[in-house]
């Protein structure tokens, strides 16, 4: 069964650094792009980059370009989202999602169970 | 970067009655090499995880009840459901996939009248 299994929920303070992981399984994981959406509490779908883990070529969005960090481990078939200095504004649900059709831009077909991030002092 | 833009906002519809979601793209996501609009639909129930419906405009994702349909192209685009069902009450986004960055539509919340 291809899926994309998503680390816990996470509850961190202001300024302090976070790493949350998106398992994938049942293909071909270098073959795909996998990206990252945002949905913020009540609110809509957010995009916010995509990353190919066969070369790691990323593109952001450019309202979460030096904001956050997307990387992969082909060796465990995760990709991750990271923040260095979370603020109160990072709270939100995370999505990883895989694009449908190999090596290609598409739609996400598959998505994780998402990951709930809530910042607060 | 192309934005997307949906309308209505809401809707409200009887159980048996046509549902329609309109999705504008400031600019075209026709590639003319493959005569294909990167475009897709997706479904988000209350409490849920997003889900594919449509790619390519107008391709029905493998599982997706043949009530739903895509259509338009260029800039403008259309998700229909035929004959709404309790099941269908959920919020429907757009999104284009021509170049990064791959905006969201804002989404329309369909309801039961």
């Known amino acids: 069964e291809v899926q994309l299994l998503q680390s816990g929920a996470e509850v961190k303070q202001p300024g302090e650094s976070l790493k949350i992981s998106c398992k994938a399984s049942?293909?071909?994981?270098?073959?795909?792009?996998i990206g990252w959406v945002r949905q913020m509490p009540g609110k809509g779908l957010e995009w916010m980059g995509i990353?190919?883990?066969?070369?790691?070529?990323?593109r952001y969005s450019p309202s979460f370009q030096g904001q956050v960090t997307i990387s992969v481990d082909r060796s465990t078939t995760t990709a991750h989202l990271q923040w260095s200095s979370l603020k109160a504004s990072d709270t939100a649900m995370y999505y990883c999602?895989?694009?449908?059709?190999?090596?290609?831009?598409?739609?996400?077909?598959?998505w994780g169970q998402g990951t709930m991030v809530i910042v607060s002092s | 970067d192309i934005v997307m833009t949906q309308s209505p906002d809401s809707l409200a519809v009887s159980l048996g009655e046509r549902a329609t979601i309109n999705c504008k793209s400031s600019?075209?996501?026709?590639?003319?090499?493959?005569?294909?609009?990167?475009l897709a639909w997706y479904q988000q129930k209350p409490g849920q995880t997003p889900r594919l419906l449509i790619y390519?405009?107008?391709t029905r994702e493998s599982g997706v009840p043949d009530r739903f349909s895509g259509s338009g192209s260029e800039t403008d685009f259309t998700l229909t459901i035929s004959s709404l069902q309790a099941e269908d009450v959920a919020v429907y986004y757009c999104?284009?996939?021509?170049?990064?960055?791959?905006?969201f539509g804002p989404g329309t919340k369909v309801d039961i009248k």
């Open positions: 990353i190919h883990p066969g070369d790691s070529d990323t």
């Open positions: 049942g293909y071909t994981f270098v073959s795909h792009w």
């Open positions: 999104q284009h996939y021509y170049s990064p960055p791959f905006a």
């Open positions: 999602g895989r694009h449908r059709a190999p090596s290609s831009y598409d739609g996400f077909d598959i």
């Open positions: 390519w405009a107008s």
């Open positions: 600019q075209s996501v026709l590639y003319s090499s493959n005569n294909k609009n990167y």
